[in-house]
């Protein structure tokens, strides 16, 4: 406990005392679906969970800590509460033993629809949307997605159209993720879809490569003040897409 309050405090998130002040909400498993059948990568689900009770509120960027068993899994939400359903996005994790993870695999495998959860809502005011009228980039790869669509989803819900999302995943085939969705906004004019696909013979590409052939595009983006934000591995990702 004292190890998670530095960290939160190092990340500017509030201080919270699980055993004085954290409130847990009761929720079902309502829907799960696998968003890149016959993948080259693990199994990445789409988890929807129903509240029990009144549906608490959140902001996009905020977080959901889920007790499972002894353990405790923070995930990005990846919805608004106007959706009517917390939903994440979960990668299945799997040991050099073929063992499942205790969080994903309960999550993605082994609960059965109906069962129930205690969910602890975290506030993540580093990760909210400013509140200026801005252009908005999104970046990220992967369960990053999780976050940046409920920030994506806040901007389309206020009505903005300058939107830009860059998004990487292993296979063009198999890992369009949410792609009805993502590519309904890019229909409306509400959303600038950039896929990127590190898995393909043609033109194997990873965010930060897309980000740098798109450096034009970039430096006007930001040039209106437009308020980037990043989600995924620190290591690897983050620290590229730093540098470019």
């Given at each position: 406990?004292?190890?998670?309050?530095?960290?939160?405090?190092?990340?500017?998130?509030?201080?919270?005392?699980?055993?004085?002040?954290?409130?847990?909400?009761?929720?079902?498993?309502?829907?799960?679906?696998?968003?890149?059948?016959?993948?080259?990568?693990?199994?990445?689900?789409?988890?929807?969970?129903?509240?029990?009770?009144?549906?608490?509120?959140?902001?996009?960027?905020?977080?959901?800590?889920?007790?499972?068993g002894s353990l405790r899994r923070t995930y990005s939400i990846a919805s608004l509460p106007e959706d009517g359903a917390l939903e994440l996005i979960v990668r299945q994790v799997v040991g050099?033993?073929?063992?499942?993870?205790?969080?994903?695999?309960?999550?993605?495998?082994?609960?059965?629809?109906?069962?129930?959860?205690?969910?602890?809502l975290r506030p993540?005011?580093?990760?909210?949307?400013?509140?200026?009228?801005?252009?908005?980039?999104?970046?990220?790869?992967?369960?990053?997605?999780?976050?940046?669509?409920?920030?994506i989803k806040q901007r389309q819900r206020q009505g903005h159209k300058d939107n830009w999302l860059i998004f990487g995943e292993r296979c063009q085939q198999h890992d369009r993720w949410l792609a009805e969705e993502?590519?309904?906004?890019?229909?409306?004019?509400?959303?600038?879809?950039?896929?990127?696909?590190?898995?393909?013979?043609e033109r194997p590409e990873y965010v930060q490569h897309r980000l740098t052939s798109k450096a034009d595009q970039l430096r006007q983006w930001v040039a209106q003040g437009a308020c980037i934000h990043v989600c995924g591995r620190l290591a690897g990702m983050g620290n590229a897409i730093h540098a470019v």
């Amino acid at each position: 406990q004292q190890w998670r309050n530095r960290v939160d405090h190092l990340f500017g998130l509030p201080v919270v005392d699980d055993s004085a002040t954290e409130t847990a909400t009761s929720w079902v498993l309502a829907e799960r679906r696998q968003l890149n059948p016959s993948s080259p990568g693990a199994a990445a689900w789409l988890i929807r969970l129903s509240p029990i009770a009144a549906m608490p509120q959140w902001q996009a960027g905020d977080l959901a800590q889920i007790r499972i068993g002894s353990l405790r899994r923070t995930y990005s939400i990846a919805s608004l509460p106007e959706d009517g359903a917390l939903e994440l996005i979960v990668r299945q994790v799997v040991g050099a033993d073929g063992q499942l993870g205790q969080g994903s695999g309960w999550l993605c495998r082994h609960a059965e629809s109906g069962a129930t959860l205690e969910v602890v809502l975290r506030p993540n005011p580093q990760f909210h949307l400013v509140e200026l009228d801005t252009p908005s980039i999104f970046i990220g790869a992967g369960t990053g997605l999780a976050g940046l669509r409920s920030l994506i989803k806040q901007r389309q819900r206020q009505g903005h159209k300058d939107n830009w999302l860059i998004f990487g995943e292993r296979c063009q085939q198999h890992d369009r993720w949410l792609a009805e969705e993502l590519e309904g906004w890019a229909a409306q004019g509400t959303l600038t879809l950039d896929r990127c696909f590190s898995r393909t013979e043609e033109r194997p590409e990873y965010v930060q490569h897309r980000l740098t052939s798109k450096a034009d595009q970039l430096r006007q983006w930001v040039a209106q003040g437009a308020c980037i934000h990043v989600c995924g591995r620190l290591a690897g990702m983050g620290n590229a897409i730093h540098a470019v």
